[in-house]
């Protein structure tokens, strides 16, 4: 369906006029010479062009101007002799072109100047009530139609705008997926390198049927002596280990929370049949372990991995 913008349906407004008063320059001059109506043509014409002109330049105040300029033209311009046999229909000229270019207000405000003009120049002839009626009625439904159409435009933004905050709606519903998607993903991602860390951290090697060696380095805390004897119980049951070597050779630093932790290690271990070998206690570990009183009661140890496998 075809469509036009309001600041399209101006510039026919504007054409029409300036086309129309062309046409009656034209007529007045070759059919019906008058040098008084052919000077107000002329004048129109100027005005009217140069009005458009200015509208397309952007001047929005020309639509108003070119109102007024067309009511004193009508009102002001319009021989006599046109007016006084009959009520001249050329009253509706500009309340139907401020119907188009302005709103209910012109509409009724130019269509009561032009009527005022006339009783004042004419008299009576305009006062008649079967032709006010009509004139009142066919003013009415010009600003009844207006406010139709400007509540239709309305409506019809009103559609564009929930139209548009929908699809925005939907947009941001659509970046939050893929948000949450890549959220996740990096969960996933962060969650497999917590898994790698923990095997890096706490690796299980399989010396020889049923013996596996858990090297320790670093230092060893709550949450590592927990995640050592989770993984240990996992690869002694899935493997059926008969036992495990625990080497802390690399552990700097032991205290009474490591030796308790290795202590919880080797009874969870021996909870499932399995023998466990702590090796690698250095000079250093065991000065510290004296001073603090700590005993590995119900540890066995060994000094190295190969003594714990002749064992």
């Known amino acids: 369906m075809f469509q036009l913008t309001q600041r399209q349906i101006n510039y026919g407004v504007f054409g029409l006029t300036t086309g129309l008063t062309a046409i009656t320059l034209v007529f007045v001059f070759f059919v019906h010479p008058s040098w008084n109506v052919l000077g107000q043509a002329i004048v129109a014409l100027a005005f009217s ?166 090297p320790l380095v670093g230092a060893l805390d709550e949450r590592r002596a927990q995640t050592l004897t989770t993984r240990l119980l996992h690869d002694v049951n899935a493997q059926r280990a008969r036992r495990v070597i625990l080497d802390i050779s690399g552990v700097a630093t032991v205290d009474d929370q490591v030796a308790r932790g290795l202590v919880n290690t080797t009874h969870a271990l021996e909870l499932l049949g399995c023998q466990v070998r702590l090796t690698g206690v250095s000079a250093g570990v065991a000065l510290t372990l004296t001073h603090l009183g700590v005993t590995l009661e119900g540890v066995t140890i060994a000094r190295s991995p190969q003594e714990a496998l002749e064992g």
């Open 49 to 214: 062009g140069g009005l458009w002109f200015a509208y397309w330049r952007g001047w929005d105040q020309a639509r108003y101007a070119l109102l007024v300029l067309m009511t004193l033209v009508v009102a002001i311009g319009t021989g006599d002799e046109f007016l006084r046999d009959h009520f001249n229909h050329m009253i509706y000229a500009v309340p139907a072109m401020a119907l188009v270019l302005a709103g209910p207000l012109w509409v009724l405000g130019s269509a009561l100047a032009v009527l005022g003009t006339f009783v004042y120049r004419i008299g009576a002839l305009y006062l008649n009530p079967l032709d006010l009626i009509t004139f009142f009625l066919i003013i009415g439904g010009m600003i009844f139609s207006r406010l139709a159409v400007d509540n239709a435009w309305r409506l019809e933004a009103a559609k564009r705008e929930a139209e548009a905050a929908r699809a925005q709606a939907e947009q941001r519903e659509r970046d939050l997926a893929t948000q949450a998607a890549e959220l996740a993903r990096r969960n996933a991602e962060q969650q497999r390198l917590l898994e790698l860390v923990a095997i890096l951290e706490t690796p299980t090697i399989r010396l020889a049927d049923g013996i596996l060696l858990a």
